[in-house]
């Protein structure tokens, strides 16, 4: 079983950056694909990022490519979500979660979810 906590949100002006952090405890965290989703006001919880279990491959949605990066420290049991240029759209809870399959997008795929952390953006 694997615990996740999020950290690192906060209240940004829109173009800043933040770097969410994901803590993970238990056991064989490097096991586990890891993902970022977000839900907004009113809206699904919908897929942002993942990552394979040693980090070589990730994937984004198309929405935060090329704004935001995923990245993992399996030595330190850490996920990281590093998002530069933020637009009041990316406003929302964010959630770490740990599944199985490297690269899903769907919720219903992942085992383990944390408690998300808000990020605002102003305008």
């Known amino acids: 079983q694997v615990q996740l906590v999020e950290s690192g949100g906060g209240l940004v002006q829109a173009g800043g950056s933040l770097r969410l952090s994901c803590t993970a405890s238990g056991r064989n965290f490097r096991n586990y694909n890891m993902g970022w989703f977000r839900r907004a006001p009113g809206k699904e919880r919908d897929f942002v990022a993942a990552?394979?279990?040693?980090?070589?491959?990730?994937y984004y949605a198309d929405s935060v490519k090329g704004r935001f990066t995923i990245s993992r420290d399996n030595a330190k049991s850490m996920l990281y979500l590093e998002m530069n240029n933020l637009k009041p759209e990316d406003a929302a809870v964010y959630y770490c979660?740990?599944?199985?399959?490297?690269?899903?997008?769907?919720?219903?795929?992942?085992?383990?979810w944390g408690q998300g952390t808000q990020v605002t953006v102003s305008s």
């Open positions: 979660a740990a599944g199985a399959k490297p690269g899903s997008r769907l919720q219903h795929e992942y085992v383990y």
């Open positions: 990552i394979s279990v040693a980090g070589a491959v990730t």
